[in-house]
Structure formats: structure tokens, C-alpha cells
């Protein structure tokens, strides 16, 4: 189970989107230094959840906590000065700037806050380095393959120096060969102190990478845990193998 | 008692217009996604029509109202879905807007040509006027009962289609998602062009409906813009609900009516405060909405802009003054001072390319931020009396100031909302003040001053002077505007290619990401709006002292709008596009259609070609504004890239040159005419970058075809048979089948 500090928690969520229940009562935390594991099937409400933390979403009750303090009711961009730092699933790159501007932006974002000084187009090289983009940093954003696109987004995230990263499926559209290199950055960034969620339908990769996961089914929490104990967890065989043989007992 | 009751039903009569106009808004709005601006002017095209028919042609009002309503009305809508509105999936908001704007001034022009505004029309009542019943000792007439029955069948109608109706459900699912419908079989396109046939008729019916109410006198533009004050009944509903849209529109007639029958009626003031009740309810409309959801990028626009460096901004800053002067030694005094006035209309430009090109956000109404300054200046910057009056650059820096500070208000409520609140926001706000401020002509007396905010319907703006420079002298003002605009230009070029023109990009392409960067949009958003009026407003000062008279005529809507669209056409992205946009709005159009105006004096003969001419420009010129869904990037930006293509072809460029300066010399020395010299240099360079491409075609003929294309673009020859064979590596087969 988590040893870091718990960075962020949410406390019985639930979102209703109409007359559906899309979250419904789920309890989640992050840790910092460690990447948690938010897995589920199609529709079962991962993103929801990722909204609502971030603040996209309001919840129709329920409370997010970060450093203990309660932000369910902060707009995204106090919540984002406060460290928190995601990336889309959808992506949302910004088309008419080139890689670097895309990067380089968080940095004028950050800087117009007044909050921190630094030389912004070093910072900028420095995030292009780690995050292996360096070699197509000029080049127009819509033009890169749609893997690396998803770098991008990780690198402008990266670029706010976040204490708590949301990465909403990440290594979708990469190749096997660029979800090793990911793998890798993600593991030394949470060496670093950073907080990383991750939600991925690559369960070889979350189970690899993540000490804790949480498992969504229809909006609810069925399991958390650590990857050998999610593997184990019968809610967790039923939800992904089917629920035939939840029927037949 | 009787008061109260004449007037409350002549308010719900009016509600009752209101709502049928509103409701077509609606429907058209959930069924396409587009907010149709246009709506006004179909119903006023529509009016005009039945109007023609009953009484230029004398037909009886059952045939005339059952074509106009009938098929006239369905068939507008249907053909607008048809040739503009469904080619519009997938755009930007901006690009929905302008266009449907562009519709509302084509169908203004077209209407101003077949039915010219010098000639009184007027629309009667259904069954006369006389024809009436007494109820309690309230009188109503046939046509209010008409106006109150067809709204309440209307409304009725409408809940039936949309909770019962197979089709209506299918209209309400093709703006949220088209292809799911397309998946189960439905047509989404069919539905939609329904809801815009559907939309139009309402609009028809409902000018029909209102023209008799409303003293009866039938006016383009009045018309267009009495339906848009239905867009507040349909704010009201949030452009979505049909019974709250009802109510919308009865407090608004009956707000009206009531404000009619109890305010004082001396003055200006209850006059003006009824025409502009609509836009203050859509302002407080706006500002009571729920905050939007905060959304990513909705669609992938196409529009993208190339990046001007400082450097090259200043040098074409340069070459624009070194140009406009040495033109300005071919023109007479009244040319330059026409070309002075389109310069200023440039620099109103620039204030939409910042926000709409740089930030995407919309403002309807940039001429009424330039009345804001020209007001403020007027009653703080005229020093000197009579002739020797000038305009003082602390009034003018006052003015500019005062322009983005009421920029900021105008546009603080509507920020927390998608863009096209912003854009009704400012709608409303251009008339709120042209309807309030501009025709205030009553003394006020506030902290002690006693002031008039528009004497006499009119303000005389001198011109302004700062020091040696006097504008007085016309060359003097146009090279002054032309500098100015180039310092703006460079400006807008240093601020798009730093950090916050970057930030501005990132929120254009993405909110959601750019607000989870820790951007407050709202400040961004506040920021680039309070610029724009700054420089709306700086344009508005020296458009009017250019003027030297202006009225509230000087600031219109229209007006607004047609400079907005003629910026879009030539490239909002782009401060050429603003360059042309805003000449072609200050001088083109009205140059050419007086020009072919005057033809038309001169020459009897061919008197109604020219004058055709005139209008055509006109109507042209919209009809390029709906095509701004295909090319969002503007074609100035086209005729650059032309030239951009064309680097090669030196000899070209330097003949042209050459042709140019020779021809300048002609001009200057009066061989040949001004308008020779332009037409002539204007023909040479939209015809450059073609001759350029021929050119370069010409010594691109040696290349060989790439393979991939062997056989397709080129006959299938043994020679190339024999290359592809080589590249490939096989055994030539020709004569290799022996060899195998």
C-alpha cells in the first residue's frame, strides 16, 4: 500500500451526467513518488473521474482533497497553479504552434503568473531533452505521429514542474518501442517525488509500473490495491473477463 | 384599468411576434449548431415579397401570405441549408457566425437593389385596420387576435414535434452527434435542412406579423434588426427551451408596452429606452447564465496563420508608408481624404485581428468603441473654437482609454461563456448605444456639469493636433493614420510572437488544456478584448475627425458588421487582411458604388447597368463573405503565398518592377489617369503570382514525372517502361523474355 505522503484524494465523488450515474461514490488517492493505476473497461468512468479532479467536471456530491485542503469547488487553473498537471486522452495540442511553442507556452503561462522566474527557452530544452522530443521540436504539431503527439502533451505538463501528473491514456497510438522509453521516464520521475496517475488499457504496462491500482466498473470502485492483489481480486476477473460467471453463480 | 389592459395586450401581441421569430432561432440553432444572424434579414426578405405581391401586383393577402409563408419562406431556408449552412460542419464558431452574417448583409443589399429604400412601403394589417372586437373596453384588433393564435399554435406545435415526433427527435440529435444518426439510419443532413426550412417560414410569418404592429412602414434594416431583438426571447430560453423562450418573449412585449404607457413620454429618453429594452434584457440575460462547461477543442479548425517576424513586420510597415505616400502624390485633395478615412477604418481593423485572428473571440460591434472615443473625446479634447478648433491628443488618449475600459465591462459577463455570447454581448452592446447614447440629445446635469452627450444628433470632430504635427492638412492625416497603423501592426506583430501571443494561440486552439496549465482564461480573455476596443476606439477618434461630422448613422450595426466581414474575407489571421478588410470597407465599396453611381448620371443609356453594377458590388461582396467557410485564411493571404511561390521566377519579379515604376511615372506626370494607374497596377499584381506560376511551370517541363505517377498523369511510354523496370531492378522484359 502507499508509503509517500498522499498528495491527493477524492471522498465519494459522484458525477450524473441526465439521469446516468457515470461516477458513482468513489474513493481514490495519489501518493507522491509513486504512480497509481486507474484501470477499468470502456465507459467505466475513468475519465469522469480525471475531469472531476481537475476540475472540467463539478461532482453532484462528494469532495476532492489535495495537500488535505478541500478544492472540489477551484476552477482548473487554480488547481493547476496548486500542481496539478494532466494530459487528454482526447488530445488537445495546440495546433497552430509548432512542438517547442507547445511546450514553451506552460512556461509562459507560468512565468506570466508571476509565481516563479526562469530562463524559459533552457527550461523549454531541458523538458524537449528528457521527454525525447528534441529532434522534432520544430516541426508543426499536427504533423507528428499521433505517439509522440501524446509525449507532447506529457512534456507541456511537465513544463508547470507539477507535484501531481494525470495521464489519461498515455501510451495509446504508441509503439511498443516508445512505451518502453515512457515507461522509463514515468518510473524516474515518480524516483523524483512526482505523484502519477495513470489510466491506461495497457494492463501489462500498469501492472508493471503502478504500486497501487484502482478498478472502475459502471461508475463504481470495485477493487484498489496492489497489482498482485488486483490480479487476484475476483470483481476485478468478472468486470474484465465478462459477467457470464457472475451470472451462473 | 382599461390603460393597463390595452396595453397589456398589445404587449403579449407583440411577445406573441416575438416568440414566433425566436422559436425559429431555436430550432435552427439545435438542429445545425448555427446560430443564424441572418434570421432578421429572411424575415425582412420575406415581407418584402409579400409586400410585392399584394401590393405592387395587387394579388389578394390569402394567395400572397400563402406563398410567402408557404413557399417562399421553406424554400430560403432549404436552399441556405443547401448551397452554405451544411458545408459549415466541423468549423469554427467564428466561421458560423461570419457567415451567417454575411447572409444578413447580402439579403440587406439584395433587397436594397430590387426594392430601393428611397420609396415608401407599407404593410396593412390582416382584414384592415378598422376590423376589430371590443372586449371589457379593451380594443383588439383582427390582426392581434391572428398575431395571438399563431404564436400559441406555434408554441404548441413545436412541443409536439420535438417530445412526440419521430423527425423531432431525429432534429434534435443531428447537432449533438451526426454520425450516430448516420449509424442508425437516419439522415442528419435531412433533419437539419427541415429545421432551416422550418426556421425560415417562422421568420417569415413573424415579419409579416410585426410590420403592421410596428407602425406598418417596411425599412431593410429596421426590419432586420426589430427580429433580432427576438434573439433576447431566445436567450431567455438559453437557446434551447421553447416554453422559456415564451415567456422571453411575452415579458419583452410586455415590458415594452408597459414602459410606453407609464414612463414620462417627454424627451428622448422613454423613445430610446423601449427600442432598447431587448438588448438590455439580452444583457442581463447573459449575465445571469450559468458558467459553460469548460471545453476542449470542439473541432480541428483549419484556419492556421503564418507568424510575421518583428523584423519583417517593420519592414513591411515601411514599405506600406514609402507606398501610400508616393500614391497619395496622384490623388486630389478630396482622394486623399477618402483615402485617409479607409486608412482609419484600417486601424478599426487591426482591433479584430488581435482579438478574433490572434484570440478567437468575436466583437459585432468594433464601430460602437470607436463612438465610446469619439464621445469622450469630443466633450474632453476640443480645444480652439470655429475653425481653428483642434482635437488634443489628451482627448484622444482619454477616448482611447475610456473605449477599453467600457470594452472591459461590455465584455466581462459574457468572457465566463462560449464565444458567441461574447458576440451577442457586443451586439447588444453597439445597440444599446447607438439606440441610448447616440440619439441623446436631452441636457443632463451630473456632479454639477451639464452636458449633452450627442447635441443635436451630431458631433463636429475636428482634427487632431499634437504640437507641430496639425492634422488638418489631408496628406498630413492620411500619412499620420498610415504610420500609425504600421506602429499598431508592428505592435500586434511583437505581441503574437511572444509569450502572450502564444498563450492567446494556445487558448484559440485549446481552453480546457490551456486552463490546465493554470491560465485563467477569463483574465486572458479580458486582457485582448480591453486591447481591441483600445485600438477600436483609437481607429473610431480619427475615423470620425476624418468624417468631421459624424451621427449616430456614423457607428451603425451594418456598418460594424459589413467591416468585420470584409476583414474575414481579406484574412483575419493577417495584418494585410486587416489592411484591405479596412480599406475596402472605408472607401471600396462606397467609392465604387458611387463611382458607378455617377456613370450611372452621366450615361442615360446604360444608366440601370451601372447602377446594377453598384449594387452587384455589394452583393458580391457578401456572397464572398458565405464562401469564408471554404477559405477561412482570406485571400490576401492567398495572393501572398502566390508571391511566395514565386521567388524564383526573378525576371519576372524585376519586369514587374520596372513596368510598375514606369507606369507610376506616367501617372505622376498625368499621361494616364489615377484610376488607369490603379486598375492597371492592381490588374499586374493579382496577375503576377499566375504569369509567375506559368513561368516556373515552363522550366519544371525537363523534370522527369516522379515514378507513382507514370501512366497517370503522362501516356505509358516504352521509355518509362524501361526506367521503371531499371528502378526496380527487374530484368527488362521487352527484350529480356528471352533472356529469362
Not at chain 1, 139 to 166: F, K, Q
Request: contains cysteine.
Amino acid at each position: 500500500m502507499p508509503e509517500g505522503k498522499t498528495l491527493l484524494e477524492t471522498r465519494g465523488i459522484t458525477v450524473r451526467f441526465g439521469g446516468n450515474t457515470a461516477v458513482d461514490d468513489v474513493h481514490v488517492a495519489m501518493a507522491e513518488g509513486e504512480i497509481t493505476g486507474l484501470i477499468g473497461p470502456n465507459g467505466a468512468g475513468k475519465t469522469t473521474v480525471f475531469n472531476t479532479i481537475t476540475g472540467l467536471q463539478k461532482p453532484a456530491s462528494g469532495r476532492v482533497l489535495l495537500d488535505g485542503d478541500d478544492i472540489t469547488g477551484l476552477s482548473p487553473s487554480k488547481r493547476a497553479r496548486r500542481g496539478m498537471a494532466r494530459t487528454f486522452q482526447r488530445l488537445e495540442l495546440f495546433l497552430s504552434l509548432s512542438v517547442r511553442d507547445n511546450v514553451r507556452v506552460a512556461g509562459d503561462i507560468l512565468r506570466s503568473t508571476g509565481r516563479e522566474r526562469f530562463d524559459l527557452d533552457e527550461r523549454t530544452d531541458q523538458v524537449l531533452e528528457r521527454t525525447g522530443l528534441t529532434d522534432i521540436a520544430d516541426r508543426d504539431v499536427s504533423d507528428i505521429p499521433i505517439g509522440r503527439a501524446r509525449v507532447v502533451e506529457v512534456a507541456r505538463a511537465l513544463m508547470t514542474s507539477p507535484r501531481l501528473l494525470l495521464l489519461d491514456e498515455p501510451a495509446s497510438g504508441q509503439t511498443e518501442g516508445e512505451t518502453a522509453v515512457f515507461a522509463e521516464m514515468l518510473t524516474g520521475l515518480a524516483a523524483e517525488g512526482l505523484a502519477v496517475c495513470l489510466v491506461e488499457h495497457d494492463l501489462p504496462l500498469v501492472m508493471k509500473l503502478c504500486s497501487t491500482i484502482h478498478v472502475l466498473d459502471y461508475g463504481a470502485l470495485i477493487a484498489s490495491g496492489t497489482p498482485a492483489e488486483i490480479r487476484e481480486s475476483p470483481e476485478v476477473i468478472a468486470a474484465y473477463i465478462g459477467t457470464e460467471e457472475a451470472a451462473h453463480e | 384599468m382599461t390603460t393597463f389592459l390595452t396595453y397589456t395586450i398589445l404587449g403579449l401581441v407583440l411577445g406573441s411576434v416575438y416568440f414566433i421569430a425566436a422559436s425559429g432561432l431555436v430550432l435552427t440553432y439545435n438542429t445545425s449548431g448555427i446560430f443564424n444572424f441572418a434570421h432578421g434579414a429572411q424575415a425582412m426578405f420575406g415581407t418584402f415579397l409579400y409586400w410585392h405581391f399584394t401590393e405592387r401586383w395587387g394579388w389578394p393577402v390569402w394567395l400572397a401570405l400563402l406563398l410567402v409563408v408557404g413557399v417562399a419562406g421553406p424554400a430560403m431556408g432549404a436552399a441556405l441549408h443547401t448551397a452554405i449552412m451544411r458545408g459549415l460542419r466541423g468549423t469554427a464558431d467564428v466561421t458560423k457566425i461570419i457567415v451567417t452574417v454575411a447572409v444578413l448583409l447580402g439579403t440587406v443589399y439584395l433587397a436594397q437593389w430590387v426594392w430601393s429604400p428611397d420609396e415608401a412601403h407599407t404593410v396593412d394589417m390582416f382584414f384592415g385596420a378598422g376590423a376589430k372586437v371590443t372586449v371589457a373596453g379593451v380594443v383588439i384588433r383582427y390582426h392581434e387576435l391572428v398575431c395571438l393564435v399563431a404564436a400559441v399554435a406555434i408554441a404548441a406545435g413545436l412541443r409536439v414535434l420535438f417530445t412526440r415526433s419521430r423527425a423531432g427527435v431525429v432534429m434534435r440529435g443531428s447537432v449533438d452527434d451526426p454520425d450516430l444518426l448516420r449509424l442508425n439510419g437516419h439522415d442528419p443532413e435531412r433533419a437539419a435542412m427541415l429545421s432551416w426550412a422550418l426556421g425560415s417560414t417562422l421568420a417569415v410569418l413573424a415579419g409579416v406579423l410585426i410590420v403592421p404592429i410596428s407602425g406598418g412602414g417596411l425599412d431593410a434594416n429596421m426590419l432586420t434588426l426589430l427580429v433580432i431583438d427576438a434573439f433576447a426571447a431566445a436567450m431567455f430560453g438559453r437557446l434551447r427551451s421553447i416554453p422559456r423562450t415564451l415567456v422571453g418573449a411575452m415579458v419583452l412585449g410586455l415590458a415594452a408596452n408597459y414602459v410606453l404607457a407609464y414612463l414620462p413620454s417627454a424627451g428622448t429618453f422613454t423613445g430610446n429606452l423601449r427600442v432598447s429594452l431587448p438588448m438590455i434584457l439580452l444583457f442581463v440575460v447573459l449575465v445571469v447564465l450559468p458558467q459553460d462547461r469548460l471545453r476542449g477543442a470542439a473541432i480541428r479548425t483549419r484556419e492556421r496563420y503564418r507568424v510575421p517576424t518583428v523584423r519583417a513586420a517593420a519592414v513591411w510597415g515601411a514599405v506600406l508608408v514609402a507606398v501610400v505616400y508616393l500614391y497619395s502624390l496622384l490623388l486630389s485633395d478630396g482622394g486623399v481624404s477618402t483615402f485617409a478615412l479607409g486608412m482609419t477604418f484600417a486601424i478599426i481593423a487591426l482591433s479584430l485581428t488581435v482579438l478574433t485572428g490572434y484570440a478567437g473571440e468575436l466583437n459585432l460591434a468594433p464601430l460602437a468603441f470607436g463612438a465610446v472615443a469619439t464621445v469622450v473625446a469630443f466633450h474632453t479634447g476640443v480645444e480652439g473654437t470655429g475653425l481653428a478648433s483642434y482635437m488634443s491628443v489628451r482627448g484622444l488618449l482619454l477616448g482611447v482609454a475610456v473605449a477599453a475600459l467600457v470594452g472591459g465591462l461590455v465584455a466581462l459577463p459574457a468572457l465566463r461563456l462560449r464565444g458567441l455570447y461574447l458576440a451577442l454581448a457586443t451586439m447588444a452592446f453597439g445597440e444599446f448605444l447607438s439606440n441610448m447614447v447616440l440619439r441623446d440629445t436631452t441636457e443632463h446635469e451630473l456632479f454639477g456639469f451639464t452636458f449633452t452627450l450627442f447635441p443635436d444628433g451630431s458631433l463636429v470632430v475636428p482634427p487632431p493636433k499634437a504640437g507641430p504635427l496639425d492634422l488638418r492638412d489631408g496628406t498630413t492625416f492620411l500619412m499620420t493614420a498610415t504610420v500609425l497603423f504600421a506602429l499598431i501592426a508592428v505592435g500586434l506583430a511583437a505581441l503574437r510572437g511572444g509569450g502572450y501571443g502564444r498563450r492567446l494561440a494556445a487558448m484559440k486552439d485549446s481552453p480546457a488544456a490551456t486552463a490546465m496549465l493554470g491560465q485563467n482564461l477569463v483574465r486572458l480573455k479580458l486582457s485582448v478584448f480591453m486591447i481591441s476596443a483600445a485600438i477600436a476606439g483609437l481607429g473610431g477618434v480619427l475615423m470620425s475627425a476624418a468624417h468631421g461630422t459624424v451621427a449616430q448613422e456614423s457607428f451603425s450595426f451594418v456598418g460594424s458588421l459589413s467591416l468585420l466581414m470584409l476583414v474575414v474575407v481579406a484574412g483575419i489571421g493577417y495584418i494585410s487582411g486587416a489592411l484591405v478588410g479596412g480599406l475596402l470597407a472605408g472607401v471600396g465599396a462606397s467609392v465604387l458604388v458611387a463611382t458607378f453611381g455617377d456613370l450611372a448620371l452621366e450615361s442615360e443609356g446604360m444608366g440601370n447597368i451601372y447602377d446594377a453594377l453598384g449594387h452587384l458590388v455589394l452583393v458580391g461582396t457578401a456572397l464572398l463573405g458565405m464562401g469564408v467557410g471554404r477559405n477561412p485564411s482570406g485571400f490576401v493571404h492567398d495572393v501572398i503565398e502566390g508571391y511566395r511561390a514565386m521567388r524564383g521566377a526573378r525576371p519576372l519579379l524585376y519586369g514587374a518592377g520596372a513596368f510598375g515604376a514606369g507606369l507610376y511615372l506616367l501617372a505622376l506626370t498625368g499621361v494616364i489617369g489615377t484610376w488607369t494607374f490603379a486598375l492597371v497596377a492592381l490588374c499586374v499584381i493579382m496577375l503576377l503570382p499566375v504569369l509567375g506560376r506559368m513561368y516556373l511551370d515552363e522550366g519544371r517541363r525537363d523534370r522527369p514525372t516522379p515514378l507513382e505517377l507514370a501512366g497517370v498523369d503522362e501516356p505509358y511510354t516504352e521509355e518509362l517502361r524501361a526506367r521503371l523496370d531499371r528502378e526496380l531492378g527487374l530484368p527488362a522484359l521487352g527484350k529480356g523474355g528471352a533472356g529469362a
